[in-house]
């Protein structure tokens, strides 16, 4: 994303720290068996099954039915650190729904934000997918370091 290219920004003009910030390998992502998508970067849609990933384009109230609308298809996004929803229904195939989701965020609100108002919510996104490239998703929040899974269970730090 936006937050990890800060970083390659950042090494471009200071090449002697080239190396020491590898944000795949300090987060052992290779072994805890994470794939490193730099979509955000190169503007690639990252796809699974019938859902795409993108990094998110807009900002306003309205960002998950333009998304929906922008891309026409099924489409998750985390850029604007909330959790919306709007979907789409097709009136001449009732059958084929897609949806603009932003999946919301780990973090909580940063300090360059400097007390400004957001609407920054923490969660994140479960995705069950089928042999099809069907899928469900669920958005479970996170609130005061726990949340509610899938599957009923409370889950505390």
């Known amino acids: 994303g936006n937050h990890e290219e800060r970083v390659e920004r950042w090494l471009d003009k200071n090449p002697m720290f080239e190396g020491y910030f590898d944000i795949p ?53 985390g850029h604007t650190h ?16 897609h949806v603009g989701q932003s999946i919301g965020c780990l973090c909580t609100s940063q300090g360059y ?18 042999p099809s490239g069907q899928f469900t998703y669920y958005l479970p929040r996170i609130f005061n370091h726990q949340f509610i899974g899938p599957d009923g269970v409370l889950y505390t730090p």
């Open 113 to 130: 934000m400097k007390g400004s108002n957001n609407n920054w919510q923490q969660g994140f996104m479960v995705l069950h997918l089928l």
């Open 25 to 77: 390998r300090a987060l052992n992502f290779e072994e805890r068996g994470f794939k490193w998508v730099k979509s955000w970067t190169e503007g690639k849609i990252y796809s699974i099954g019938k859902a795409n990933f993108v990094h998110g384009k807009f900002t306003n109230q309205y960002h998950p039915a333009k998304m929906a609308q922008r891309f026409g298809d099924n489409i998750f996004y």
């Open 82 to 97: 909330d959790m919306m929803c709007h979907a789409v229904a097709h009136e001449m195939h009732p059958d084929k729904v």
